[in-house]
């Protein structure tokens, strides 16, 4: 470092020391003096306002939103971050950075604004996506980029104020909005548009230069309020009620193609197809689609390629669409580089993969459900009772694994072989699928091997139990299987079972009688039946809420079972060879493992090594992590896949650095000497070590959740990003939670103190309003160089008229619409019905009868 930089270095030392001391945001230290796994920090880390000598890696607190964000509130979801860590995009109810949009104020914006935050030499600073609103009036992100670090963003726009995806448009670097395509189809575009008339994204390339939609045929009631028009374009002829997908390939196309057609060879019910007709009138989905076999759920992980060019999707069977040239049963497929289809659960098997007698020769049709793809395409996983290949028994269901050799599969390989000839592998799903496809996770009640060396492991889970949900992984290189652990027993969860479904009935016994003499105290308060009526329904809902989890156990085991069925949002995650996998459960798997709710696991498939991550510093605090309420469990942030409105997974919810080597996760359990228990914390496992990264004692809450929140980690996990209601560095004014970056080698000098002044040079002038001079610029300073300062806050906007009943019941619908399931949907609008389009009338006689 130059003389002449550190010299200003130091100037920034003191007045971080004298501001730290004033705002109780501790001191930094002024001589090297290391943090709480390295013995020393870069001077410029351990001199900023935001280094704590608590933090591991040489860490230190960046405030990457903007100090001032219209009192904005952050949501987690939209959310990237760059595999670089130098870009983060968030989406914030607020206007702020010229983003021209308002939170629901007439013709503006109605949902959200989406922000880019980027890292600079002067602090992060804010640039707003979301087009003004006087251009296109509704504006939802679809996607961000992972192949440009976050610069390309998918988007459905509107020039109208519906809030509907008018077109979708690529905003590219510095930008420009390049029009993809429309987004509803000619018959409906203009005719009084409803939410079921647009296209809704599925998935994407990596570059979004590829993208795939599915839309919901209109039912027959639909249409005739659309005077006989369809929502689908010309040529599909899917029925009303099914789903469609479509796929659009770079910019300036006039309509988007179909996905589930025949490529003019494709073999379908016995019947070969012409180019171009759909495979199923009863509907193609992404991936999976929908719920299948056993209890595996929607799924559409790698379901489109990295570079777009395969896209797989499930053809769907129903007794309406019966018949020659229609499937028998729901079948997997690709549609490879938009001209050929290939069946890849009925395949044409090559010579010697089923042959007579095998069970596969002749074998009756089953449903195929995809669990995932390596993200070039080449590999596939599949769930399936049919016997495809040689060796597979005729019963049960079993994991698949399919090659894809350009437009033709290579080679089908059953995963799951059980080492008993003819017996059931009883697969339940797989839980992860490593990015180059190396390895898969997977649980099966099957006693698949023998006991493996897996160090670190309780002894008596050294080997898989038959009828337990035990854990493997695959190597579809060495076509090796290893047994994990067992994540349950069947007598646990029975066990488990018994005890959650007592406990909620105690909660519900407790929640009642206290609402029932709130309402009776109510009513002798001289309340009015329907007054005292939404008392009793405010003090239950509250009751039940405080009361959950407190009188045993609640939501472990279906916390344990999403591990491997929960929709698109398994929480566990792997390197991109699968070497390190990260996973939770409840059940001990780890020698001092003795907590009641769910805890963090790390497996090391080279070394074949268990860990549990979610352990206290020093091992003596909170019983060593051994969590005893449903609060207190460990988390990871969900990558949720493909969702409405959100970027691609890649680039969300990373909690796992590339090498394997941190893990970053949450728990209300104090694992620090810094941490108060019972508060939502955000800590990082390194090398057996764990160690606090949030300040441990923010217990604010966010619509009655914790505030903190951790959104991810970048690919190397130099930067751990995470919400925070706490004011962590000076320039922090905010009372709501703003978005931190924990960063390694990571924070900013201290922001500039404003010259002084004497006498009456102090006085100033009196016929202008004088200008609020804030400490620092917009971001945090940075550099060796003095920041202007800020300029006065704008003035307060007006307060957005409260929606009206109407609106939020249209609001609420539009949020149903995401959800793919049916009879979710319809659970969903139902609710939104009652809560906004009906007054309460039940009777208080009718209540007490329950």
Not at 303 to 318: I, K, N, R
Not at 691 to 698: A, N, P
Not at 777 to 805: C, D, E, I
Request: charged share 20%.
């Amino acid at each position: 470092m130059s003389s002449a930089r550190r010299m200003v270095s130091v100037g920034f030392v003191s007045f971080s020391l004298a501001l730290g001391a004033g705002l109780g945001l501790g001191t930094a230290p002024a001589l090297a003096a290391g943090d709480a796994n390295q013995t020393a920090c870069p001077f410029e880390t351990e001199s900023s306002p935001g280094f704590r000598t608590y933090l591991p890696d040489c860490r230190a607190y960046e405030l990457v939103t903007p100090p001032y964000k219209d009192g904005a509130l952050l949501l987690t979801q939209p959310a990237a971050i760059s595999s670089d860590g130098e870009h983060v995009i968030v989406g914030a109810q607020g206007a702020f950075a010229a983003s021209g949009n308002e939170w629901f104020e007439g013709n503006r914006n109605p949902d959200l604004a989406v922000y880019e935050l980027t890292r600079t030499a002067g602090g992060w600073q804010p640039t707003a996506l979301t087009p003004p609103a006087t251009r296109y009036p509704h504006g939802a992100i679809m996607a961000a980029s992972t192949a440009d670090e976050l610069q390309t963003t998918l988007w459905g726009l509107a020039t109208t104020t519906l809030e509907l995806n008018e077109d979708i448009y690529l905003r590219e670097p510095g930008g420009t909005f390049a029009e993809v395509g429309p987004g509803v189809a000619p018959e409906v575009s203009g005719d009084g548009l409803q939410f079921e008339s647009e296209l809704n994204l599925a998935g994407a390339s990596a570059d979004l230069t590829h993208s795939v939609f599915w839309i919901e045929a209109f039912s027959g009631a639909e249409r005739l309020a659309h005077e006989g028009h369809s929502n689908l374009w010309p040529g599909d002829t899917t029925k009303g009620g099914y789903y469609s997908l479509y796929e659009y390939v770079g910019t300036g196309n006039t309509a988007p193609t179909l996905v589930g057609i025949s490529d003019g060879s494709t073999v379908v019910g016995g019947v070969t197809l012409p180019a171009g007709q759909v495979i199923s009138r009863c509907g193609t989905e992404l991936g999976s689609g929908g719920e299948g076999i056993g209890s595996a759920s929607r799924d559409t992980y790698n379901a489109v390629s990295q570079d777009g060019e395969t896209v797989f999707f499930t053809a769907h069977a129903a007794p309406q669409c019966s018949g020659p040239g229609e499937p028998t049963v729901n079948e997997l497929y690709a549609r490879v580089g938009q001209s050929k289809t290939v069946a890849i659960s009925e395949p044409s098997l090559p010579a010697g993969e089923c042959t007579s007698p095998e069970p596969c020769s002749g074998a009756t049709p089953k449903e195929a459900v995809f669990q995932g793809a390596s993200e070039n395409g080449g590999r596939v996983f599949f769930l399936s009772e049919q016997p495809l290949v040689n060796g597979a028994p005729a019963a049960g269901v079993k994991l698949y694994e399919a090659r894809l050799e350009g437009a033709t599969v290579s080679q089908v390989v059953d995963v799951s072989v059980d080492p008993t000839s003819g017996q059931s592998p009883e697969v339940q799903g797989v839980v992860r699928v490593c990015e180059d496809g190396q390895r898969v996770y997977f649980v099966a009640k099957g006693k698949l091997t023998g006991a493996d060396a897996v160090a670190g492991r309780n002894p008596e889970t050294a080997e898989p139990e038959e009828s337990a949900d035990n854990l493997y992984v695959y190597n579809p290189e060495s076509h090796s299987l290893t047994f994990v652990v067992t994540l349950l027993t069947a007598a646990e969860e029975t066990a488990l079972s018994t005890e959650e479904s007592t406990e909620a009935s105690k909660v519900e016994e407790l929640a009642f009688g206290r609402a029932f003499r709130a309402e009776e105290e109510a009513v002798s308060h001289g309340a009015s039946a329907e007054e005292a009526f939404h008392i009793f329904l405010q003090v239950e809902a509250r009751e039940k809420k405080d009361l959950k989890g407190t009188l045993g156990p609640s939501g472990t085991l279906a916390a344990d079972r999403n591990v491997w069925q929960v929709e698109d949002a398994r929480p566990a995650q792997a390197t991109a060879d699968g070497g390190v996998f990260l996973f939770s459960s409840s059940a001990d798997l780890t020698p001092g493992d003795e907590s009641k709710v769910p805890q963090l696991f790390e497996y090391d498939a080279v070394t074949q090594k268990l860990s549990r991550v979610s352990i206290s510093q020093g091992a003596t605090y909170s019983d060593d992590g051994n969590a005893s309420t449903f609060d207190e469990a460990a988390h990871i942030p969900t990558q949720t896949f493909v969702d409405e409105d959100l970027p691609t997974a890649e680039s969300f919810g990373s909690a796992l650095s590339g090498d394997g080597s941190k893990v970053l996760f949450t728990t209300a359990a104090r694992l620090a000497p810094q941490a108060v228990g019972g508060v939502t914390n955000v800590y990082e496992y390194r090398e057996g070590n764990v160690y606090l990264v949030s300040d441990g004692h923010d217990a604010s809450l966010t619509a009655e959740n914790p505030t903190v929140k951790l959104l991810g980690s970048d690919s190397s996990g130099q930067d751990a990003f995470f919400l925070s209601a706490d004011q962590l560095v000076p320039q922090d004014s905010e009372t709501q939670g703003v978005l931190y970056d924990a960063r390694e080698d990571g924070g900013f000098p201290a922001p500039a103190l404003v010259a002084g002044c004497s006498g009456e040079t102090c006085r100033g002038t009196t016929s202008t309003t004088p200008e609020l001079q804030l400490p620092g610029s917009t971001s945090q300073a940075g550099g060796g160089n003095l920041p202007p300062p800020v300029q006065a806050k704008p003035p307060a906007k007006p307060k957005p008229k409260p929606l009206t009943r109407a609106q939020k019941l249209a609001k609420a619908l539009k949020a149903c619409m995401s959800k793919r399931n049916k009879q979710k949907r319809a659970s969903c609008q139902a609710e939104a019905r009652k809560a906004f389009a009906a007054k309460v009338t039940a009777a208080k006689s009718t209540r007490r009868a329950r």
